[in-house]
């Protein structure tokens, strides 16, 4: 079946400091591929996604390339900030499989 | 904006009792998911629906069972409520396209007793 595996957290880093969240994925087909956020005591939102190979997503300073040569799809962001904390998840969507799944969630905190 | 609303944030309930966890979507979305979400497990799938009346078993179904009147309400049943299924509970919905994402509800929070 479908799998994700992300990069082990927590992470922490001080404000302005460089962050990749690794992530990497085996599926069938063609899937497409999401990073979603969630805040302290909230749900997931959406934070940014791919839907074919190439595919840059973009958002909030966020970026991730889908890379079907290494079935990775590694969240980056120049210089965080303290709001930036909070748990990440990535995802791919399979329609053979007409269900999403989830990595395990990376904890990121950011320090002032 | 889409939203999924789930009934309850917080939710006490004692070892044995039926409990019912309400999920509203207003965008008319065909598929709607049910997680649970733990500590060091990440999102588990419990069940999911890809029409009304119509149910999946996703990876964790055992203790749970699902409804689906209509098209916007998703209802997950604890026939039996454990101390197991103390936990994270989280809604959520999306279209039928591969290239749209899930919207999910706010999370309920349960503790059984």
């Known amino acids: 079946g479908d799998s994700v595996t992300q990069m082990e957290g927590p992470v922490t880093l001080s404000e302005e400091a460089f962050l990749t969240i690794n992530c990497t994925y085996t599926?069938?087909?063609?899937?497409?591929l999401f990073w979603y956020v969630q805040y302290p005591g909230e749900g997931l939102q959406l934070l940014l996604k791919?839907?074919?190979?190439?595919d840059k997503g973009s958002n909030k300073g966020f970026e991730a390339t889908y890379r079907k040569e290494t079935t990775s799809f590694h969240l980056e962001k120049g210089s965080v900030q303290v709001s930036d904390s909070a748990v990440y998840f990535c995802?791919?969507?399979?329609?053979?499989?007409?269900?999403?799944?989830f990595g395990d969630g990376t904890t990121l905190t950011v320090k002032p | 904006d889409v939203k999924v609303t789930q009934s309850s944030r917080y939710l006490v309930k004692r070892t044995g009792e039926k409990v019912f966890l309400e999920c509203v979507q207003d965008m008319d979305h065909e598929n709607m998911f049910w997680y649970r979400q733990d500590p060091g497990l990440g999102l588990r799938l419990i069940y999911f629906s890809y029409d009304v009346k119509m149910k999946e078993k996703g990876d964790i179904p055992e203790g749970y069972s699902v409804s689906r009147e209509k098209k916007e309400r998703f209802s997950l049943i604890l026939e039996s409520a454990s101390t197991n299924q103390t936990s994270m509970y989280l809604c959520a919905s999306s279209t039928q396209s591969q290239n749209t994402e899930a919207f999910f509800g706010q999370g309920t929070r349960l503790t059984v007793v």
């Open positions: 995802a791919l969507f399979n329609t053979n499989a007409g269900k999403s799944t």
């Open positions: 791919a839907t074919k190979a190439d």
């Open positions: 599926a069938t087909g063609y899937p497409s």
